[in-house]
């Protein structure tokens, strides 16, 4: 049964066990009950570590402080420090760089501990998914939600731009319904201000009154337009992150409701700018999943004139405004399709494929007679057909010569971008 499958997997754990993995076993067999009812964690932590372990207990008050400081310098929320140590083994070489520290990291100590906190959240949602644990993911998903809206500007709300492109001029009147929206889907919202009601259960409330310091989002824009780099260790680029992360979690669950709620929030916040052409592709594609053509049209059509789209995302909702502007939806074709780039030429390459599983990589016939991949066929097709000579490198090449060609640009001096030596 499911108990006894879980013991099995916990007993497998050697004694070297890291934090990371005690922590996944104990959350994983935190709930599990013996035969008399009582709670076997206590007991399944002896069994993991073995009858002879010594355990010494160390006071928490050095331990976080050796943790906020690792952190200050390292300033990696995963706690990563493998490249370091790879560097000073000489493993890895990194470039000569200069550390130009013009503005702090943090204002003050309460920024510092809500960047640190929202690690800790953003940690345990991906171990509690990773557990298959979706109600505990969930739950902080939502409350990290929460946190952003208070940072939101409703008139950057996706469905209230809708509601402005979609109006008949001077016939009503239109406003933002994002939170009205979020709290019909989350009970209690806003009405609760105590910082339980937000992460409830979760880690100790007391290190959380940290998390109740909101800066409005003209604030927070000025930030992101000013110092890109610092933004990044603040609540709110974290979360925005982390909710994410939720989309396609979400995604996963069918929960396509959810998903749009979550993008909505993202895209009203000034948070992660770069990612903002993935978030309007990603909305519109799961509101057309929502059998509302209509409405993902004019996402796209919106999201095509965010200044803050970069190119690739921006084809993205080029094809898919492609897709959706047909008569009687649009009479007119799009502007951007009077420059459409020339089509590039297709050839169809055919095989046999030897394997049918789900799954599995696709395996093709090749000349000589063995099972290779759907990229070694085609090197095959052009070395004897094209007379060519290539490689399967992915993308590796481009980054490469980008790398070396924009080499001086991106080791650049630049204010407050490196923050430690190698």
């Known amino acids: 049964g499911k108990k006894g499958n879980s013991l099995t997997r916990s007993n497998s754990i050697n004694n070297h066990i890291g934090r990371e993995q005690m922590l996944r076993t104990i959350l994983s067999n935190k709930n599990l009950k013996g035969m008399n009812g009582q709670l076997v964690l206590p007991k399944l932590i002896w069994k993991t570590l073995g009858k002879d372990t010594n355990l010494i207990r160390l006071s928490s008050i050095p331990l976080k402080i050796f943790d906020r400081i690792k952190k200050l310098y390292f300033l990696n929320e995963r706690d990563d420090h493998s490249l370091l140590i790879l560097s000073q ?63 939101s500007k409703p008139k950057l709300d996706p469905f209230y731009l809708v509601k402005l492109e979609s109006k008949e001029e001077g016939k009503q009147k239109v406003e933002s319904t994002l939170r009205d929206d979020f709290k019909e889907k989350k009970l209690k919202f806003l009405e609760n201000n105590e910082i339980g009601a937000f992460f409830p259960h979760l880690v100790d409330q007391s290190e959380l009154e940290c998390l109740k310091e909101y800066k409005s989002y003209d604030q927070m824009k000025e930030l992101v337009d000013k110092k890109p780099y610092l933004a990044r260790f603040t609540i709110g680029w974290i979360f925005s992150r982390m909710v994410w992360y939720g989309v396609d979690f979400l995604e996963r669950l069918r929960n396509y409701e959810m998903a749009v709620l979550y993008l909505r929030i993202l895209l009203s916040t000034p948070f992660c700018p770069g990612r903002r052409g993935s978030w309007w592709n990603r909305l519109a594609l799961d509101v057309e999943h929502l059998k509302k053509k209509n409405t993902s049209l004019i996402l796209a059509e919106i999201g095509h004139k965010d200044k803050l789209v970069r190119t690739a995302s921006r084809q993205g909702l080029q094809k898919r405004i492609i897709k959706l502007a047909k008569p009687p939806r649009r009479l007119k074709i799009p502007q951007f399709l009077e420059s459409k780039l020339k089509e590039p030429e297709e050839i169809t390459i055919y095989g046999k494929l030897l394997n049918y599983s789900t799954g599995t990589k696709s395996k093709f016939l090749s000349i000589t007679g063995e099972a290779v991949t759907v990229e070694t066929f085609a090197l095959e097709y052009y070395a004897k057909e094209e007379d060519w000579t290539g490689i399967h490198s992915e993308n590796e090449i481009f980054k490469t010569l980008f790398g070396i060609l924009m080499w001086d640009v991106l080791f650049a001096p630049v204010d407050d971008v490196f923050q430690i030596t190698s």
């Open 89 to 151: 083994m000489e493993k890895l070489t990194f470039p000569k760089y200069s550390i130009r520290k013009v503005n702090p990291i943090f204002a003050s100590r309460e920024d510092l501990l809500g960047w640190e906190q929202a690690t800790i959240l953003q940690n345990q949602f991906e171990i509690l998914r990773e557990l298959g644990d979706n109600e505990s993911a969930l739950s902080i998903l939502n409350s990290a939600a929460k946190w952003l809206l208070f940072v």
